[in-house]
């Protein structure tokens, strides 16, 4: 082998180097876009879903908190109704009372 077949090998395994460096380094930039899209579409649906998840205990929260005020509602209408109820009670007792000492006193 001459000197100018090994130098021209040499070139052509060079040239040959570049390329594969130049295609891996296409390959590579189109796995980061591809990782980069991948990724942000990941996030989003993250984002999404933790959207639902909140918007879902906010829901259930709200629903919570009504029906814990119906029931506090309803007792404190309980509570009041047997406190109106002896204070009828009293009040009729205490009419009671005061007509007889009424009519005692005039007897």
Do not use: P
Not at 29 to 47: F, H, N, V
Not at 49 to 72: H, L, P
Request: aromatic fraction near 0%; charge should be positive; charged fraction near 40%.
């Amino acid at each position: 082998m001459s000197g100018i077949e090994t130098v021209k090998i040499i070139v052509d395994a060079e040239k040959e180097a570049a390329k594969i460096v130049e295609d891996g380094q296409k390959r590579a930039t189109e796995i980061r876009k591809r990782l980069k899209s991948l990724i942000q579409e990941q996030r989003e649906q993250m984002l999404k879903s933790a959207r639902k998840e909140a918007a879902s205990i906010v829901e259930s929260a709200e629903k919570e908190g009504k029906a814990e005020a119906e029931n506090y509602g309803k007792g404190s209408q309980d509570e009041i109704r047997m406190v109106v109820s002896k204070a009828l009670t009293k009040k009729d007792e205490a009419v009671n009372r005061l007509v007889n000492i009424v009519l005692e006193g005039k007897a």
